[in-house]
């Protein structure tokens, strides 16, 4: 059996070491096929994007000798002559903008310096050229010497275009990869509008109306405005997770996980890799497994979290602990069930984390989050899950970070244990301090009450979800109670709890908020659900609130 070659995303390397390989050549075809100059194609990390440029790479380079026998064996060179000529057939500018993840804007150009440099070191035998000018040869040098200022970087891919076009007397295909990284880091790290600025140019000047271009291919997580810095690119396509082109070209396919499992015997194992790592759905192509999980689950063999530890997520996370809107959403997707949200896979970064249509479509493009039903098409309405356990796990991480670092330390855990164990007098001391630090981060305003109710309801669900089921707005009785705990031991404590905010144009004073609150659940009778289902040992509690002001009552 061939090895695994994980993390290695050189195809000539891959290939020439036998690593066991899923033939993902048929993306050749698809890109010839594409009548776009300009092709974007978004998708998560880790879904074997580089690998994929690097095949192109190989494939149509014609100053690479000898790559004819990389793709032996594979449905490539099983095509006509349409796709079998372009072998080689092109002076390819590959440029990867992966490691410029910087912290500041001076050091993101640091680090562009150096990517560029490192394209242009794969073409100094240009320096020994007929067709380049001396002057051009002075600006190579220029480079490779790492003597480049903002002016000289912004257009050092135009330039390497126009002498390898001029070198070969033919077109150029462009691969960039990673596009988007540097954007991303920059909004994390509060330099975005400088790096829009930079960009808008940079990819302006390499793509407005370059003749010496035959195509160019884009990759990237995020599929980031036209407009912000792609404004001068002609006939410019982009293809994300809701389009069928290339839909089946990224990630592993259900026929291609049937034949991995065949061929290292772990049919006993298909349902439980199947919960963990599958479930990812692209264009009308469902069922594709994260091919970064599985590689790795056929090294260690062990059923744990790879794909959502190979970066920081930092993106995700601010996003998440940010917003103050989708709380309530992020409980429903905790307990498995599906939402409806807008969707909008142009992404603006900046302000993100305020426009619910931008979040969930950069959730969902960067594998958050999978699409299972168009609900209105013309106004971008989905119905969206998690798509496996290894992203549930993560968004529970991102829950409990969000508590542990921002609001009260480590107490979420003592406050959830002095509840089940029914210490009320600690409980509701810590409650009161959980209250005010939480509606400090929070936006003051009408639904700051609700904001926390969810909140809280997220930090149930991480905290006790080994020990108990966390329901919200569910039936019981004659009405909807607003969260019923329900230990897996039918032995353990039961809790009804009740929230409530006092509203002075119809209560007197909170207790009598209390009062109302503590009727409704007795003459609803929300506690019929679980005497019914055999669980005797029930408390319920009224959580009244007027601003920061909490008051509890158990009975």
């Known amino acids: 059996m061939a090895g695994i070659g994980i993390g290695e995303s050189d195809f000539k390397g891959l290939r020439l070491r036998e690593n066991y390989y899923i033939d993902k050549t048929m993306y050749i075809k698809d890109i010839i096929d594409n009548e776009s100059r300009v092709i974007l194609v978004t998708r998560p990390r880790r879904f074997g994007k580089t690998l994929n440029m690097s095949m192109l790479r190989y494939y149509f380079d014609c100053t690479r000798k000898n790559t004819k026998e990389l793709f032996h064996g594979l449905k490539i060179l099983e095509q006509d002559e349409k796709y079998t000529s372009k072998q080689g057939a092109y002076p390819c500018i590959y440029l990867t903008l992966k490691d410029l993840s910087d912290s500041t804007f001076e050091k993101m150009l640091l680090s562009l310096q150096t990517a560029i440099h490192e394209m242009y070191l794969e073409h100094r035998y240009l ?9 051009e040869k002075a600006r190579i040098e220029d480079i490779l010497w790492l003597r480049t200022d903002e002016n000289i970087l912004k257009n050092s891919v135009r330039e390497l275009s126009k002498y390898l076009n001029r070198n070969f007397d033919r077109p150029v295909i462009m691969l960039i990869d990673e596009y988007d990284v540097p954007l991303q880091s920059a909004y994390v790290h509060g330099f975005y509008e400088q790096a829009i600025e930079f960009f808008k140019t940079f990819f302006g000047v390499t ?24 404004s001068g690119a002609n006939n410019f396509n982009v293809y994300t997770v809701l389009d069928d082109e290339f839909s089946d070209d990224f990630g592993i396919t259900e026929e291609e996980m049937d034949k991995i499992i065949k061929d290292f015997d772990i049919h006993d194992q298909k349902d439980d890799i199947r919960k963990w790592y599958d479930g990812y759905t692209i264009g009308n192509t469902t069922g594709i497994y994260n091919p970064w999980s599985i590689l790795n689950y056929l090294t260690r063999l062990q ?9 920081s997520n930092d993106l995700i996370k601010l996003i998440l602990k940010n917003s103050t809107t989708i709380k309530k959403q992020m409980e429903l997707l905790l307990k498995g069930e599906e939402i409806e949200v807008p969707i909008n896979l142009e992404t603006v ?16 493009g960067t594998g958050y989050l999978k699409v299972t039903q168009v609900v ?15 992203i549930k796990l993560l968004f529970e991480e991102i829950i409990r970070d969000w508590f542990n670092d921002k609001v009260i330390g480590n107490n979420l855990r003592t406050i959830l244990k002095d509840l089940v164990t029914l ?28 904001n926390f109710y969810h909140a809280f309801v997220l930090g149930m669900l991480v905290g006790l979800k080994d020990t ?40 007197a004073t909170i207790e009598e908020t209390i009062q109302n ?3 409704q659940i007795e003459d609803r009778n929300y506690e019929e659900n679980l005497r019914m289902r055999g669980f005797g040992n029930i408390t319920k509690m009224v959580f009244a609130f007027r601003g920061k002001e909490v008051k509890i009552e158990v009975f």
Do not use: C, H
Request: no cysteine; hydrophobic share 35%; aromatic share 14%.
């Open 423 to 450: 210490n009320f007098e600690e409980f509701e001391e810590k409650f009161k301090i959980l209250t005010a630090q939480m509606f400090s981060y929070m936006d003051v305003g009408e639904n700051t009450a609700e």
């Open 303 to 311: 059923l744990v979290p790879y794909w959502v530890n190979t970066s």
């Open 376 to 390: 209105d098409l013309p106004n971008k309405i989905y119905r969206v899950k998690l798509p496996n356990y290894e």
């Open 468 to 507: 108990y089921y966390v329901n919200s707005n569910r039936e019981s009785g004659m009405g909807r109670y607003d969260i019923m705990l329900e230990p897996k031991d039918k032995n353990g404590n039961s809790f009804i709890m009740e929230f409530k905010v006092y509203k002075k144009d119809k209560e």
């Open 349 to 364: 970064i900046a302000g993100i984390e305020n426009n619910e249509n931008n979040i969930w479509g950069l959730l969902l």
């Open 127 to 135: 320096l020994d050229s007929d067709m380049i000018y001396p002057e």
């Open 207 to 230: 793509f407005k109306d370059n003749p010496y271009l035959e195509k160019t291919v884009l990759t990237g997580v995020s599929r980031v405005a036209k407009e912000s810095i792609f």
């Open 517 to 519: 609150a503590k009727k």
